[in-house]
């Protein structure tokens, strides 16, 4: 099956890559690299000590995990970094450390933060730290006063800045940032307001959508994949639509699950699902539990039927009054004003459709609140990835509707992007080129973090738990 094939190919490696040589000895004690790595260690082994001394830290949790310690802190940010000396909120975070020495990663999630040890995959290959942000509005690391002006792209870049700056004092390796999906185009934002914080950036399925209905992906889903899979994905949709009756019931019966939707209502968060269907498909497909062939025909049961719109669409993980109160919201709102939007395909549903063009953000909660849509900061970003960016990697993948708005660099900047012909851009995607693309961008990799590349043996269970995240990261994005 496709789905089983892409799912394990290029994650567990054939051999250990050792690039730019290995370190071994460096000499008898005494000398000056050893009197480093002596020092190196006396702060490791007070780790927790420096890190309480860090200005704003507040360690929540403290675990030993393989060859790691895996700390959940609270870092305390302004809500204006203009105004630093108002108002103040604490920004969820952790941090994987191994070594002050070693290279350290800093991963910008674009939305809520999960709390489990599972690496980025450019630390696991240079056996470095991570530490890992939410994104301001989500999760825990809300501003009391919500005040939705703060949350743009320069403040959420300048968080990260104020994380390397704090967090610099203490790890003096050479630093790199990543980030999957919105934490992807985050990554780059921050590079590009602050490009003296790290040295290298490898970003995700990264996107920019232009306006707020970008046209972009519409025509990718009209072409992406086989047509026979396609055309079953509309005959889906449509018997969903036209079927309303029988399954918005059931998507009601999850109120037992926890779910409300006064906010929306039950037809029109079951219909803007249906809509979204192809592209959450393609979007994911190859690593979520589904593929072309488990697509069922439109006569299926209702139960049946809801069952595979509830799967790959999620209506209550999107559009409940608990998701909207949680990510929805802020996701709208930055769509709304800055990061733009794809326009969900309609032409061939728009017959059945009750809401046509509904899905544009600025339609969408948070309710009352002034949204302009301002270009203006990704179009620079735009231009700067395309002529200036140096020392990034963009990995994107072909299935991935993402692909059609992804940005561009240039190889004379020493700045690449690599395009999956069978997946989505997701971790790994680095590790699973083939020969001799992997080992040019590992050596790349290896010179920006000034350490060598080592392909890490990948266990079945944390594969699984990548692979749980990634179910998680499809009902945020």
């Known amino acids: 099956m496709l789905a089983r094939r892409h799912r394990l190919r290029g994650v ?68 204006d970094h203009r105004r630093p000396r108002g108002e103040k909120f604490l920004q969820r975070m952790t941090l994987f450390h191994r070594s002050t020495t070693a290279p350290m990663v800093i991963d910008t999630e674009g939305a809520e933060l999960f709390t489990e040890p599972i690496a980025a995959e450019p630390v696991d290959l240079l056996k470095g730290n991570q530490v890992t942000v939410e994104h301001r509005f989500y999760g825990t690391s809300t501003p ?12 959420s870049a300048a968080d990260a800045h104020r994380v390397v700056e704090v967090f610099k004092t203490l790890y003096t390796g050479r630093w790199l940032s990543t980030g999957v999906f919105r934490g992807g185009t985050a990554a780059l934002l921050h590079r590009y307001y602050f490009p003296d914080d790290v040295q290298g950036t490898l970003a995700y399925a990264e996107r920019h959508s232009l306006g707020l209905q970008d046209a972009r992906a519409a025509h990718f889903l009209r072409n992406v994949g086989d047509a026979t899979c396609r055309a079953k994905l509309t005959a889906v949709q449509r018997a ?108 061939e549903l728009r017959d059945l459709l009750r809401y046509p063009g509904g899905q544009v953000p600025t339609f969408l909660p948070p309710l009352g609140v002034t949204k302009f849509y301002n270009p203006v900061p990704l179009l620079k970003l735009e231009v700067w990835a395309r002529l200036h960016a140096k020392q990034v990697l963009i990995l994107d993948g072909a299935l991935s509707p993402w692909s059609a708005s992804a940005f561009h660099v240039s190889p004379w900047n020493d700045a690449y992007r690599i395009v999956d012909p069978e997946g989505i851009g997701f971790y790994g995607t680095l590790t699973a080129l083939p020969e001799p693309q992997r080992t040019f961008f590992f050596e790349r990799l290896s010179d920006w973090a000034d350490a060598p590349v080592q392909v890490p043996e990948v266990s079945e269970q944390k594969q699984g738990a990548r692979y749980q995240k990634l179910l998680r990261h499809v009902r945020r994005h």
Request: glycine share 8%; net charge negative; with cysteine.
């Open 12 to 79: 567990v490696g054939a051999l250990v890559v050792s690039l730019l040589g290995a370190c071994g000895d460096a000499g008898p004690v005494g000398a000056p690299e050893d009197a480093a790595r002596v020092e190196g260690r006396a702060l490791d082994d007070d780790i927790r000590a420096r890190l309480e001394a860090l200005p704003g830290v507040t360690i929540l949790g403290d675990e030993q995990f393989e060859d790691f310690r895996f700390f959940t802190l609270d870092f305390e940010q302004p809500a």
């Open 144 to 155: 009391a006063s919500r005040d939705w002006r703060l949350l743009d792209v320069w403040q």
């Open 240 to 347: 969903a639509l036209a079927r309303r009756e029988e399954l918005a019931p059931l998507l009601a019966e999850q109120v037992e699950w926890g779910f409300t939707f006064d906010t929306l209502g039950v037809d029109k968060s079951l219909e803007f699902s249906v809509v979204r269907l192809s592209f959450n498909f393609w979007e994911y497909l190859g690593l979520a539990p589904y593929d072309c062939d488990s697509i069922p025909e439109p006569t299926v049961s209702a139960e049946e039927l809801f069952g595979f719109v509830d799967l790959v669409a999620g209506p209550a993980y999107i559009f409940s009054d608990q998701a909207l109160a949680t990510f929805g919201e802020p996701e709208s709102y930055q769509s709304a004003t800055e990061l733009g939007a794809p326009l969900y395909p309609e032409a």
